[in-house]
């Protein structure tokens, strides 16, 4: 006797589930990387500008120049600004990445829902092969009883 299992008909939709799971978590890697960079680039530009301002307040020191001194200010500010910039962007990439993060979990599962579906699947169809094979057992002891019976009737 052989017996066929169905196939789970959602594998397909399990299969993109998981592939969009995937691209999700790989979305959510690339944002924590991009996040990190840009931290990284905030810190450098604050160290330069606190060393620059640092340096200018040195020289001052000694005595500066009226042109020096605002070179020395507009650079700072430029600085000021970019810094600024930098934590916008890392703003940004923080609202992103919280996004990135729920529509990771939403994909995660959507895939986790599936894949329970397919689990049923399998555990019904082994219940099912269970009742067959059992169902084939009485059907075969009925027979030898009735053959046994129509035996000892002779």
């Known amino acids: 006797m052989t017996t066929r299992t169905a196939p789970f008909r959602l594998e397909t939709v399990l299969e993109l589930a998981q592939k969009d799971t995937e691209r999700a978590t790989q979305e959510v890697g690339r944002l924590m990387n991009t996040r990190e960079a840009a931290t990284q680039k905030l810190a450098l530009l604050s160290d330069y500008r606190n060393n620059y301002h640092q340096q200018m307040l040195s020289t001052a020191e000694g005595g500066i120049d009226a042109t020096r001194l605002r070179n020395y200010t ?79 009737g002779n």
């Open 74 to 152: 507009a650079f700072i500010d430029r600085l000021g600004t970019a810094v600024h910039h930098q934590k916008g962007t890392i703003n940004a990439l923080e609202q992103q990445l919280a996004a990135s993060r729920a529509n990771w979990i939403e994909k995660q599962r959507r895939e986790q829902s599936f894949d329970i579906l397919r689990q049923r699947h399998i555990e019904e169809q082994r219940l099912d092969q269970e009742r067959r094979a059992q169902r084939d057992n009485d059907e075969h002891a009925a027979k030898l009883i009735r053959m046994r019976a129509a035996q000892g």
